[in-house]
Every structure is written in structure tokens, then in C-alpha cells.
């Protein structure tokens, strides 16, 4: 028996306005206080009436660009008719048989599968609903907050071309880089901003040549990555499961609606899924139509930034980075990679400034809770900093030390300049000896005090080497550690 996974996925972007898709109310994450984001409009008053939010509009076309998508000149808006407690108008404002952009693609590369293009059938604009909070206990009453509703939202479709559950976590990873990358949302996953639903069925082909399809199921709203891949795997298991035990086919099971219990790492049954005829569509009266003109496109555009995908490709072909690094440096943000490419034309250096910029500077800036923009170390001086590597005027070691007393210097209110190095190296002698008669003279000392560890090296015990390097760079701080190595075993050898 072989079987083929089959997933698609429908991803909700929250977009980075100020107001609502069609209203003033403020556009602003705001759980703790419940139902004050609101107006006659977003509480689905008689008598209101639509406008659009020009900027949603704007970051709704950046946004389909950046997923290669292509821009109709002409899309309109209809209703999307369904009653949920969080929904007051009775229908969501979306877009239907002409949505205002269509057949983009990202390209997902996995070990498995290797490098595979996704189709995304369209990016649609549409206004979110409210939230349902509920009693998790089951004994409380559920609430409703519509500080939500009226959001605008854009909802990418991909064609069923997913075939992996590690797939569709790396589709959503670009998704959510790309729209970054854009300034369209910040793709907050813990405050919805970002939200997926995964469509899921198995294709499933007997040792007797017959080939069967299970029921596809949504499981709705997955919010995390992690929560993505893991109901997916399960969801392949359990459709297996399911139809081991029963033989149903599609023809005989109706598509439905799962959640995920993330406590719990199972889907579970919430109700049948609707068709777009139970939706009813409608054109909406209240709403013009929107044209795009080529030089509408163009300066939207002309705005965009260079995404992920060709900065990580240009990463590899330019500064010749492992993949993983390119992976490390996009994943940042666009400002990381621009202070990482800085620092690489100062000190010269692709691999040398990406092992810095990646290791120290990324591990003290999630120490301290800055972004880059407010690491004190700026390219300037941490590619000074490099450079005095380059130039054999300090070691790696000291270079580190030197790094750390210049953040400790930020703290205290200390300006961090190229002269501070400088003043650092001098004031904690940390320059590279170049006088060998006086290292010379300090490994004979040492030689001389560790008669055993100089012995147990002649015996073959490698490691005793260690003992005496350490000794001798306490004695001096500014020798170069290779260099040291090599005069010991020379001395200790050679006498």
C-alpha cells in the first residue's frame, strides 16, 4: 500500500494598520480590555456604511507581490454570509469569484523532498471576525470581544501541493519572513496576527491497484509553527487509522472541520465543512470596485525590499556562507543582514564577519532584549574590531575580551568608538607579542617549572601541551596562542 499526503494551506495575515479594513475604529491588539475598539459599523448597526482602508489596499498588493502573485486590474468585494456570535454584521466582507490577486508561488526546500515550488492560488483582502472566549473549564459562560472584528486581513490560498507536514511548517516560515521582510504585519503568531488553517487528506493506493481518497479535513486556526507540523502528523495518522478501520472513501464521509488540542496533540471533530454555497456570496452593494494600473503596481513595487529568497541565495553566491548561516543571518530580518553585510565590507571577510555577527553579537542582543538597531556595537567599530585580527595586532581571544569590555563600557554610559578599542588594547596590553627573545625567555621559565607535563609530552601525552600553553600566556597576555604552541613543542622537543 502506498500512501501520499495531500495539504493545502489557507493563511490569515493580520495587516499592519492603523484603522480597520472598513471602518476608523483603531487597529490595535488589546485582550485586556474587551469590546472598546468598536463602532456602529464593526457592530453590524443598521445604516452603516463601508469605506476602505486605502493603506490595507497597499500592503494587501506588497504583500502578493512578495508571493509572486499576479495583480487584477479590476477586483470587487462580496459577502460572505455565516452566523457566529462573534460575527455581527452576519457576513464577512471578502472577496470571492475576483480577488484581487492570484497564481503566486515560494519555492520550500527539505531534506526529504528536496527544493519543490508551492502554487498559491490567490491573496484575497477580507475583514476578520471578533473572538469567542470560552470557559475552558466547560462551567463558565462564553464571551464574546469585537475589539477584532472589522480587521483587516489577508488570506493566502495555496494549491494542494504540499506533501509533508516538515513542508507546509517551512511554507508558513517563508510566509511569515516574506510579510516581515514587507512591513505588511509582524506576523505575531501569540496575538493572532498570523493564524493557519491546514486542509488535509490522504491519497491512498492498495496492493490491488485501487486508488481511494479520504474525506479532506480542515483543522482550523493552528497558531504556532510547532502546532502546524504536529497536527498535520497526526492528522495523516489518524485519517490512515480511520480508514483501515472502516474503508470509508470521500464519496461516503463529508469533508469536516477539525480543532487541535495542543495539550493533548490530537484533532478532534468540531462539525461538517462548509461549501461556498452554504456561504451564499453575494456582491456587496455598499462597496466599489478597485482598478490597478501598471504604474499603480510598479510604485507599490518600487517600495518593496529584497526578500528573503534572493537575500538568502545572494548570502550564498556573494560571501560564499554555509546554508545554514544565510538561514541564521535572513531569519534575523532585513536590518541584521545590512549590519552583517557592513561589517563584512570593513573587515573583508564574509565568514569571519558572520561567525561574530551570528555567535556574539545575536547571543548579546537576545541577552539584552535589543533588536540591532540598539546594539551599542555598531559595524564601524566591530568591524575595527576585526580588522585589528586581520592585521595580527590582536588575538581572537583578545578580540573577545575586548568586545565585552565594550558593552560593559555601553552600560555604564561609555561611548563605544574605534579610538576605545584602540585605548582597550593598549590599556589591558592585549597587542600580539612580536618580541620572540622575551616569549622565548618566558616558555624556558615555564619549561623549567613543569619539568613532569614537558616529560609526559615526550611520552606522547598530547594534552600535556595545554598546561603549559596556559601558563605561558598568563605570563603574557598578548601572545598569540599558535605561535606559543609551536615554540613549546620546538623547545620541549628540540631543547
Known amino acids: 500500500m502506498k500512501t501520499t499526503t495531500i495539504i493545502g494551506l489557507e493563511v490569515h495575515v493580520q495587516l499592519m494598520t492603523e484603522s480597520k479594513l472598513f471602518c476608523e475604529d483603531v487597529n490595535l491588539f488589546n485582550p485586556d480590555n474587551p469590546n472598546v475598539q468598536t463602532c456602529p459599523l464593526s457592530l453590524g448597526l443598521p445604516g ?117 507536514a516538515e513542508e507546509a511548517r517551512l511554507y508558513l516560515e517563508e510566509v511569515k519572513r516574506i510579510m516581515t521582510y514587507l512591513e505588511v504585519s509582524d506576523c505575531n503568531m501569540q496575538e493572532g496576527s498570523l493564524r493557519c488553517d491546514a486542509n488535509v487528506n490522504l491519497h491512498i493506493e492498495t496492493d490491488d491497484g485501487e486508488k481511494i481518497a479520504t474525506p479532506i479535513v480542515e483543522i482550523k486556526n493552528l497558531n504556532s509553527f510547532r502546532g502546524v507540523e504536529a497536527a498535520i502528523e497526526y492528522e495523516e495518522s489518524r485519517q490512515l487509522r480511520e480508514w483501515e478501520k472502516t474503508g470509508h472513501t470521500i464519496k461516503t464521509l463529508e469533508k469536516r472541520t477539525f480543532g487541535w488540542d495542543a495539550n493533548k496533540n490530537v484533532t478532534f471533530p468540531q462539525r461538517e465543512k462548509e461549501e461556498a454555497s452554504d456561504y451564499r456570496y453575494i456582491p456587496d452593494p455598499d462597496l466599489i470596485p478597485v482598478t490597478m494600473t501598471d504604474a499603480d503596481i510598479d510604485a507599490v513595487r518600487s517600495e518593496m525590499c529584497e526578500l528573503p529568497p534572493a537575500k538568502r541565495q545572494r548570502l550564498l553566491d556573494d560571501y560564499e556562507l554555509s546554508s545554514y548561516d544565510a538561514n541564521v543571518i535572513v531569519d534575523q530580518g532585513p536590518k541584521f543582514g545590512d549590519y552583517f553585510e557592513e561589517v563584512t565590507k570593513l573587515c573583508g571577510n564574509g565568514k569571519q564577519a558572520c561567525n561574530w555577527v551570528t555567535q556574539d553579537a545575536l547571543r548579546e542582543m537576545n541577552d539584552r532584549g535589543v533588536s540591532i538597531d540598539d546594539f551599542p556595537i555598531r559595524p564601524t567599530e566591530l568591524g575595527h574590531l576585526l580588522n585589528k585580527i586581520n592585521g595580527n595586532v590582536i588575538t581572537i581571544k583578545s578580540a573577545r575580551e575586548v568586545f565585552v569590555d565594550l558593552l560593559e563600557g555601553a552600560d555604564d554610559g561609555a561611548e563605544i568608538s574605534s579610538d576605545r578599542i584602540d585605548q582597550i588594547i593598549v590599556d589591558k596590553d592585549l597587542e600580539i607579542v612580536s618580541d620572540t627573545g622575551e616569549l622565548d625567555a618566558i616558555i624556558s621559565d615555564v619549561i623549567a617549572k613543569n619539568e613532569k607535563a614537558a616529560e609526559d609530552f615526550r611520552g606522547g601525552k598530547q594534552a600535556a601541551i595545554g598546561a603549559l600553553i596556559g601558563q605561558v600566556m598568563r605570563n603574557l597576555k598578548g601572545a598569540d596562542p599558535k605561535q606559543v604552541r609551536e615554540m613549546l613543542i620546538e623547545k620541549i622537543t628540540n631543547g
Not at 471576525?129 to 462551567?139: C, F, P, S, V, Y
Open 48 to 164: 452603516t456604511l463601508p469605506v476602505l482602508n486605502r493603506k490595507a489596499m497597499h500592503l494587501g498588493v506588497k504583500g502578493a507581490l512578495g508571493l509572486n502573485c499576479n495583480i487584477a486590474a479590476f477586483t470587487k468585494w462580496d459577502r460572505k454570509h455565516y452566523y457566529y456570535p462573534d460575527l455581527p454584521k452576519g457576513y464577512q466582507i471578502s472577496q470571492y469569484d475576483l480577488p484581487f490577486s492570484y497564481d503566486g508561488w515560494l519555492d520550500v526546500e527539505t531534506e526529504s523532498l528536496g527544493k519543490r515550488r508551492i502554487g498559491i492560488i490567490r491573496a484575497h483582502l477580507e475583514d476578520d471576525a471578533g473572538k469567542n472566549i470560552h470557559d475552558e473549564t466547560g462551567r463558565g459562560d462564553s464571551q464574546v470581544d469585537l475589539n477584532r472584528a472589522g480587521t483587516p486581513l489577508i488570506e493566502i490560498v495555496s494549491e494542494p501541493d504540499i506533501r509533508t
